[in-house]
């Protein structure tokens, strides 16, 4: 069955060093992958996307990796700060024929250290 | 500038009682979706629709049922409340197309008792 999850459960990290998240997924017919970013007492917040025929895309700060081959998603966060800090979850998209659906992996905490 | 909306923030029911949970978009979304959320299952989808009154199950749909009469409004109901749905309840919503990311509340968290 498809699955998406995430290798690290929490990880810290220092202020103003990269981050790195990873996520695994499964389901090869998805098209689109996406990062989400829920601070605590927030609902997640689209922080950015990546179509399944592109390997790169860079954002303000941040850059999401896919390795198609090995089904594998990173989300690449450079300088960290403490704003960071909160839970990311990766997701993957597929049409339905009547609308998107995502469906989630369990998400990793990000912790910034000062 | 809130785009999703949901009238509860904190919820405490009793076991058995019948509860609603309210979800108003006013983006004029098509979709939307029931997820709850708890700790290392990540989230995980109830309900969906994708027109008015129009619902499709979700991965884990027992014990709920949903209500959409108006393309705004959506509406989680659980029948006969237990103690193992307590959990953060989360709405999103989405545009229709090929493409989109979907637009969350803040939550709901329910605690029943």
């Known amino acids: 069955g498809e699955s998406v999850g995430l290798h690290l459960p929490t990880l810290s990290v220092q202020e103003g060093d990269n981050s790195i998240i990873n996520c695994a997924y499964s389901?090869?017919?998805?098209?689109?992958f996406i990062w989400y970013k829920q601070e605590s007492g927030k609902g997640p917040q689209f922080i950015i996307d990546i179509r399944s025929n592109m390997d790169k895309r860079q954002g303000q700060r941040v850059t999401v990796l896919l390795n198609k081959t090995v089904k594998h998603l990173s989300l690449q966060i450079a300088a960290t700060q403490p704003g960071d800090s909160a839970v990311y979850f990766c997701?993957?998209?597929?049409?339905?024929?009547?609308?998107?659906?995502?469906?989630f992996g369990t998400g990793t905490q990000l912790k910034v250290e000062l | 500038d809130v785009k999703v909306t949901q009238s509860s923030r904190y919820l405490v029911k009793r076991t058995g009682e019948k509860v609603f949970l309210e979800c108003v978009q006013d983006?004029?979304?098509?979709?939307m979706f029931w997820y709850r959320q708890d700790p290392g299952l990540g989230l995980r989808l109830i309900y969906f629709?994708?027109?008015?009154?129009?619902?499709e199950k979700g991965d884990i749909p027992e014990g709920y049922s949903v209500s959409r009469e108006k393309k705004e409004r959506f509406s989680l109901i659980l029948e006969s409340a237990s103690t193992n749905q307590t959990s953060m309840y989360l709405c999103?919503?989405?545009?229709?197309?090929?493409?989109?990311?979907?637009?969350f509340g803040s939550g709901t968290r329910l605690t029943v008792v």
């Open positions: 389901n090869s017919a998805s098209d689109y």
């Open positions: 629709s994708y027109d008015v009154k129009m619902k």
């Open positions: 997701a993957e998209n597929r049409w339905t024929g009547g609308g998107n659906k995502l469906t």
């Open positions: 983006m004029d979304h098509e979709n």
């Open positions: 999103a919503s989405s545009t229709s197309g090929r493409r989109h990311g979907y637009t």
